[in-house]
T-cell receptor, first 115, second 114 residues
Framework: AQSVTQLDSHVSVSEGTPVLLRCNYS??????LFWYVQHPNKGLQLLLK??????LVKGINGFEAEFKKSETSFHLTKPSAHMSDAAEYFC?????????????FGKGTKLSVKP | KAGVTQTPRYLIKTRGQQVTLSCSPI?????VSWYQQTPGQGLQFLFE???????NKGNFPGRFSGRQFSNSRSEMNVSTLELGDSALYLC?????????????FGPGTRLTVL
């Protein structure tokens, strides 16, 4: 069965410092992995996706994530946080076989950015 | 291209009533999925439709149902509402059967059951 664990429910950083949001996954198949962001009272926006091409994936707004199969991890990073990055971030796994359309969401990590 | 639209954005119902939520996918997208988001359970998959057929279903009771029309628009229905059905209901669309493909989400319908 597929699952995803976000290791921190809340991360707080200062503006201009690096961001690290941690995610571990479990999948029976070659996984497709995504990071989504949700700003308050808004829908979910896709940040980036991994689908077995390059292991380092670049997304929007300066975010990137590295797929590490040996560690079953897909951590999200950004070199320098901006106030507008404050939101909730979801790590998501979707198997490319079998579970069509079934996205498995992590519990989310709330990112706070201090001025 | 216009994004995914959901109507209504907010809804208040009482226990025992039923409700229908609507979702219009991005033009050209044929797959529509529905999710429930609550503070306690997080985001949970309800079901997915592709070409008017339900392709996959999450672990929800039969009170939750849906359908998709020939223009790919989708509706979900919840009958005999319970207090625990209060949630943000999100619709997402994808060009094809969405295994491995990203989904694009609408702003959601916030349902409050009193």
């Amino acid at each position: 069965a597929q699952s995803v664990t976000q290791l921190d429910s809340h991360v707080s950083v200062s503006e201009g410092t690096p961001v690290l949001l941690r995610c571990n996954y479990s999948s029976s198949y070659s996984p497709s992995l995504f990071w989504y962001v949700q700003h308050p009272n808004k829908g979910l926006q896709l940040l980036l996706k991994y689908t077995s091409a390059a292991t380092l994936v670049k997304g929007i707004n300066g975010f990137e994530a590295e797929f590490k199969k040996s560690e079953t991890s897909f951590h999200l990073t950004k070199p320098s946080a901006h106030m507008s990055d404050a939101a909730e971030y979801f790590c998501v796994v979707s198997d490319r076989e079998g579970s069509q359309g079934n996205l498995i969401f992590g519990k989310g990590t709330k990112l706070s950015v201090k001025p | 291209k216009a994004g995914v639209t959901q109507t209504p954005r907010y809804l208040i119902k009482t226990r025992g009533q039923q409700v229908t939520l609507s979702c219009s996918p991005i033009s050209g997208h044929r797959s529509v999925s529905w999710y429930q988001q609550t503070p306690g359970q997080g985001l949970q998959f309800l079901f997915e439709y592709f070409s008017e057929t339900q392709r996959n279903k999450g672990n929800f009771p039969g009170r939750f149902s849906g359908r998709q029309f020939s223009n790919s628009r989708s509706e979900m229905n919840v009958s005999t509402l319970e207090l625990g059905d209060s949630a943000l209901y999100l619709c997402a669309s994808s060009p094809g059967t969405s295994g491995g493909r990203p989904q694009f989400f609408g702003p959601g319908t916030r349902l409050t059951v009193l």
